[in-house]
T-cell receptor
Framework: GENVEQHPSTLSVQEGDSAVIKCTYSDSASNYFPWYKQELGKGPQLIIDIRSNVGEKKDQRIAVTLNKTAKHFSLHITETQPEDSAVYFCAAPSEGDDMRFGAGTRLTVKP | KAGVTQTPRYLIKTRGQQVTLSCSPISGHRSVSWYQQTPGQGLQFLFEYFSETQRNKGNFPGRFSGRQFSNSRSEMNVSTLELGDSALYLC??????????????FGPGTRLTVT
């Protein structure tokens, strides 16, 4: 089945800096790649997603890039703010249609 | 539009007991998926229901089961609880009727503690 690897596991940045989180997947047939943000005591919240027919998608300070040849996709957060501090998960569907999640990245934005 | 709701939010059970968790999806969503989240294993897919039918199943023992009602509300049941079943159980709903091309929206989860 699909393995989704996510790096780094922890990331600490200064407020205003950029943060980049990377994920790789193994199933060539995967066609949908969401990113979730999970704050303490809450369920994951979908923040952005990308489908395999595009290479990049942007929503204000958040962007996702997809390289289907290399089988990796990345989350980019610019001008980080303390409220961006959370755990971020990437995900990709596997054969059999179950969704596989990365192990998560704990992002800390220092004021 | 109301989000995904899960009840109860917290639950403490004893080994050997069984438990039923409930999930109400976003209005109009017909797909409900369940996940187990633990510090050691992360987010793991349990199963997905669409129009009252289990469409996909993860790699969990038969003690984990679920069902979906005609109003799309879903329940999951865990029988003969083990200490290792302690986890946050998350429900997610989606409009998608065809694979994973649609956005999933998660509920706040049910924190299950098995003692």
């Amino acid at each position: 089945g699909e393995n989704v690897e996510q790096h780094p596991s922890t990331l600490s940045v200064q407020e205003g800096d950029s943060a980049v989180i990377k994920c790789t997947y193994s199933d060539s047939a995967s066609n949908y790649f969401p990113w979730y943000k999970q704050e303490l005591g809450k369920g994951p919240q979908l923040i952005i997603d990308i489908r395999s027919n595009v290479g990049e998608k942007k929503d204000q300070r958040i962007a996702v890039t997809l390289n289907k040849t290399a089988k990796h996709f990345s989350l980019h957060i610019t001008e980080t703010q303390p409220e961006d501090s959370a755990v971020y998960f990437c995900a990709a569907p596997s054969e059999g249609d179950d969704m596989r999640f990365g192990a998560g990245t704990r992002l800390t934005v220092k004021p | 539009k109301a989000g995904v709701t899960q009840t109860p939010r917290y639950l403490i059970k004893t080994r050997g007991q069984q438990v039923t968790l409930s999930c109400s999806p976003i209005s109009g969503h017909r797909s409900v998926s369940w996940y187990q989240q633990t510090p050691g294993q992360g987010l793991q897919f349990l199963f997905e229901y669409f129009s009252e039918t289990q469409r996909n199943k993860g790699n969990f023992p038969g003690r984990f089961s679920g069902r979906q009602f005609s109003n799309s509300r879903s329940e999951m049941n865990v029988s003969t609880l083990e200490l290792g079943d302690s986890a946050l159980y998350l429900c997610a709903s989606s409009l998608s009727g065809l694979g994973w091309t649609g956005e999933q929206y998660f509920g706040p989860g049910t924190r299950l503690t098995v003692t």
